[in-house]
């Protein structure tokens, strides 16, 4: 089958800094690869609206959403965030936080469906951190409850850092169940308790990773028997990344990708992915990881 992806062009227009660490080039050129290398189709691209702000304030404080909006924000706060306000920022933010949105339902119509951004999960209630400004995911699983399009959904969270920002938001939703696979010793220096939080040591490899989801996973799925699966498939758990510090390897990365994605279909549970962190200055080594999470899709579906 053709999966559905959903991707914006706004995702890479963010004039930053060289020395800025956030790789704002990898959402295009991840589209470009995946287009060059026959992983994807131009026709299986969707792309998505800008969010409504009444969508946003369903999950986020109203003076938070608005003053980000009306770039009100004090500089502390947008220090804290990690980026500079722009009408590319605001531009940038809306599309993305609307495209998990999308790719949530295009899951449920097609079983699969993945975005070429998201995953932005250290965005609190009111107040954003680590790149993130608004809670995608949280966003995204609320939408699709609120719209009886799921009763409960599951998010697997499999980026390096915690998603501390997805915990807490995550608490003030009965059916929405957080479970993040993470380095103990990383980013964020605090961490609020998710509903599962699976924690590892620096420099752990592929087998303990893989052994730990493969225990985890089909239990979360067991217990909580979620209708619709939200998994972050952050490549920063890479071991040449520049965020993290875990030792997984590229192959790692696929053989993580294609268990979330058997896993899923065998319990006969649409899944929505989004493509999270991963850091590096090479652009080429980078998007090669991101494409994984596609390859992974397309051997199993």
């Known amino acids: 089958m053709s999966i ?9 227009k963010l004039a930053l800094p060289s020395t800025h660490r956030f790789p704002t080039s990898k959402y295009q050129l991840l589209q470009q690869y995946l ?3 026959q992983i994807a189709k131009p026709s ?6 800008m969010i409504q702000v009444e ?21 502390k706060v947008m220090r804290r965030i990690g980026f500079p306000w722009s ?29 070429l951004s998201g995953g932005y999960h250290h965005a609190h209630y009111d107040f954003g951190s680590g790149f993130c400004i608004f809670n995608d995911l949280i966003v995204a699983a609320n939408g699709m409850i609120t719209n009886a399009k799921a009763t409960k959904v599951l998010i697997i969270d499999c980026d390096v850092h915690q998603g501390d920002g997805t915990a807490t938001l995550s608490s003030q939703f009965d059916n929405i169940i957080s479970c993040s696979f ?8 605090r961490k609020p308790h998710s509903d599962h939080d699976i924690e590892f040591d620096k420099g752990i490899d592929d087998r303990h990773f893989l052994h730990s989801l493969e225990q985890v996973v089909p239990y979360l799925i067991n217990i909580h028997q979620p209708d619709l699966i939200l ?46 962190g991963g850091y590096s200055r090479n652009e080429a080594e980078l998007t090669h990881r991101h494409s994984q999470l596609f390859i992974a899709a397309n051997s199993i579906w």
């Not at 559905?4 to 890479?12: D, E, G, K, N």
């Not at 299986?44 to 609206?49: G, Q, Y």
């Open 44 to 49: 299986d691209f969707h792309s998505p609206e």
């Open 87 to 115: 009408e590319a920022l605001l531009n940038r933010t809306l599309h993305a936080v609307s495209g998990t949105s999308l790719c949530a339902n295009l899951a449920i119509e097609h079983g699969v469906s993945l975005h």
């Open 182 to 189: 993470h380095c103990l010793k990383n980013f964020p220096s």
């Open 35 to 37: 287009l060059n290398n």
């Open 231 to 276: 998994y972050d498939a952050g490549v920063d758990i890479h071991r040449d990344d520049d965020l993290g510090y875990l030792n997984i390897s590229t192959a790692g990365i696929l053989a993580r990708d294609k268990f979330i994605f058997k896993t899923a279909k065998q319990a006969n549970i649409p899944i929505a992915a989004v493509i999270g």
């Open 55 to 75: 969508v946003l304030k369903q999950v986020h404080q109203d003076k938070y959403v608005d003053d980000f909006i009306d770039n009100k924000l004090d500089l």
């Open 4 to 12: 559905p992806l959903v991707y914006h062009a706004s995702y890479s």
